[in-house]
């Protein structure tokens, strides 16, 4: 009997060092395992937060752009008002560069409603040949009908900017106007140009 719990009491002890350095081997992995977890949770919180950070940075500088261009705009339309006030040809052109300076400046233009870029380029180009600048008012619709392709404005009676805009700064021969009585430009402008070409082939 002696001898049989003397072999027991050794084979117990002979298995503990072998239990401990398993526990031990399986506490590591665990250990590795969850520090490695931690590590790409970190990681992954990092870029959620980088990317966080680039797009608040992102719209805020589309905010400030978008600001930016209307301000200039403002400016450039107290010019016009102005210019409307006083038949002042130099202010309507400083108008009409300053319209064109705003969108100039805009990296970015889908920062802007494409409308009220629409119109102040378009207000750009009428103030052009309120200046006097025809040649400068043809270039500014040429940008215009590029940048706005297949787009038009329309005045409150329905007749379109475009088609105007190509009238006037002759764009179109004088000699078509017959034809215009079916394009949809203003019937005051048609008159016009009407009266013009007959003193001038009187």
Known sequence: MTNIS?????????????YKRKTRAILLVLGAAMALSACQTNLLGQSASREG???????NTEIMAARSWRDCRDTAM?????????ASTAKYAASARALQTCDAGLQNAEVIDEQERMQANALAVQNHLKSGNIAVARDALDKFKAAFVGQDLYYPDGSSFVSTMEVLVSLKPKHTVGSYSV????????????????????
């Not at 027991?8 to 503990?16: E, K």
């Not at 394009?183 to 009187?202: F, P």
């Open 6 to 18: 003397q072999n027991s009491a050794v084979s117990q002890t002979s298995c503990q060092p072998q």
């Open 53 to 59: 950070i680039d797009f608040r940075v992102n719209r």
């Open 78 to 86: 107290v010019l016009d008002s102005q210019a409307r006030k006083s």
């Open 183 to 202: 394009a949809n430009v203003n019937d005051a402008v048609k008159a016009e140009i009407r009266r013009m070409n007959y003193w001038k082939h009187m």
